[in-house]
């Protein structure tokens, strides 16, 4: 088997215009992932019952579901619905990139939503009563205490998802969007060579999933510095 | 109803505490004047600290009054919020804020509750710091405190709220020996200082040294309620005997 060094160096170069897709394929989902997620928490936990149950079916349908099915869905299914057709959110829907976008952010926004339940679960219940006992309100609890300790004891995980989004990324190639993995598979088409394309495409992600990591580490550090001795 | 000089600053009456099926307090009767120090001692379970939490309501009772500096505890989110800014609470783990410093812990509910600035808040929390003996620790943050120095930094954050009432549930309970002594100075310094308090203990020196009234509780009852020199030279009850006996032989 021939194994062809120089293709790598040409092609990661190549790819690098599909990184930037990526990148903003990762920051952008990562971005309305956790504003719904945050949203789905409170709906999830708040006072309001009625509020539950969207939450909790949200939570299993995009959990529940391979998110290529949900990407085809979004991106094949909906066009068929004249109302979609009709409506104001149509320009996004035609987009492949948008409904990437919303096919990510749905599925960021499911995952971390529960992500930041078990933290807030996870947030000793002897601190809050301490909490009450000074006299603060069960919002004043919520914002100062709560939030800041979930905050870090959901970091590991939320690290995890977004590493898990970055992959997925990949996804968004399946329709016709020229992220790094969309450039890959035009160059295999050219040359027909899966190894080494695939390989550089591999060394991208990993060099991604590199920074990703540092990030969280640097965050875990800034929000954990009480946890040193 | 207007509260004079005479009446109790805590009053129980006929209090019943269930937890599904199982009662944990069953008809308490407890009365505590303005500065007087009460301990309660009794053994595991017996519902000590299901007691003292009814009393800021960390948990609510089913049945008879609780009125603290006459405000009777009820649903009432007022009357809630009135009786906890009366009420100091020490809690065996501490339970201090992690995330926040020594004199953060301490700033929070000035700063939230009652309001004050930034500025305000720290020099009110560093004159506590300085009553537990520790403004030297006041940025560090609870890990890197010892626990009898944790301990201090919880006593002044409850402190802050300048109550009226101070309750301790096993507050040295959680602390290695040589640790015990530092907390207990701050606790009799407070009881010098006329502060009234209830607390759950079983360091029988301190509830000798410093208590007007010793309680015993037992299944959810209380036992005996008296002066510590009668309760530990006669107590009345055999149930109070055998745990005096239990505990004051090791
Ligand atoms: N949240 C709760 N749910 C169910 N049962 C409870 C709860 N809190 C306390 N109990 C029960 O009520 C009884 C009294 O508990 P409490 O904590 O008041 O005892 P205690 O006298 O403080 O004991 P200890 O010395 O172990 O602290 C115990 O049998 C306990 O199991
Ligand atoms: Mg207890």
Redesign the interface.
Known sequence: MSFDIALIIESVPKMLVGVGITLQLLFLSTLFGTLLAIVTLLMRIGPFRWLRWPAIAYIYFFRGTPMLVQIFVIYYGLAQFEFVRDSFLWPALRVPFWCAIIAFSLNVGAYTAEILRGAVQGVEKGLLEAGSALGLTARQRFIHITTPIAVRLSLPAYGNEIISLMKSTALASTITIFDTMGVARTIMAQTFKPYEVFISAAIIYLVIVWFIQMGIALAERRFGRYMKR | MAQTEQDPIIRLKNVDKFFGDFQALKKVNLEVFKGQKVVVCGPSGSGKSTMIRCI???ESHDGGRILVNGIELNDSLRNI?AV??E???V?Q?F???????AVGNLM??PR??RKKSKAEAREIAMRYLERVHIPEQADK????LSGGQQQRV?IA??LC?NPEIMLFDEPTSALDPEMIHEVLDVMVELANEGMTMICVTHEMGFARSVADLTVFMDAGEIVEAKPPQEFFENPEHERTRLFLSQILSH
């Open positions: 800021n309501r960390l919020d906890r800014s009420v100091g609470m809690f783990q339970n201090l804020f992690p995330h926040l410093t929070l509910a939230l509750v943050y609870p890990v890197q919880a954050r409850a709220m």
